[in-house]
């Protein structure tokens, strides 16, 4: 007896659907697999240069400081997380940068600090002695902005050469920069 339906049989019906599961697995596993390759890549551009760029900003504006505020620790094991250096970009005497991570982000604000019996708040330098009964006082000159994110740790060391270590997070991703900064006018 011979058939001469058109139709498949059961076996061949299961043989291609298992075939087209397996096609369409591959095609999605490839896809899903270049899909986290392609964000993976993207988290890691945009951490280090986010990174480049707080370093380079915080090092272009030491290197024309006219004085670090503070007494610097020169060993990485007592670093600081802020810096506080007179601004060496504007004429005003007395303006001081101020940087410092607060959470996970850099942020820099302008300082100023005069004396409390002194109406017109007129600057002065950060380490001036105040006369008797008046306390040394400081002023926001510009409020607080943040240049970076994602940032983990944030560290300041040293006196003649200041040290600077950088640790950003984004998702899985950790980025360590390290920077030495020769201050030219102190």
Known sequence: TSKSGGGFTLTELLITITILVIVTGAVYGGYSLSQKAYSGGETSAEITQN???IIERINREIRQAKEIA????????????????EDGHIETPYRYVHYFK?????????????????????????????????????????????????VLSLE??????????????????VFNLESEIFVRNF
């Open 102 to 150: 607060s959470d996970s982000e850099i942020k820099r604000e302008a300082l100023g600090y005069y004396f409390s019996g002194d109406p017109g708040e007129n600057l002065v330098p950060w380490d001036a002695f105040p006369p008797l009964g008046q306390t040394l006082q400081t002023k926001t000159l510009e409020e607080a902005r943040t240049i970076g994110e994602w």
């Open 156 to 173: 300041f060391w040293g006196s003649k050469v200041i040290n600077i270590a950088l640790t950003l997070q984004k998702k899985d991703k």
């Open 70 to 85: 503070g007494d610097f620790p020169e060993e990485r094991a007592a670093a600081q997380e802020e810096i506080i250096f």
């Open 51 to 53: 990174g480049r760029v």
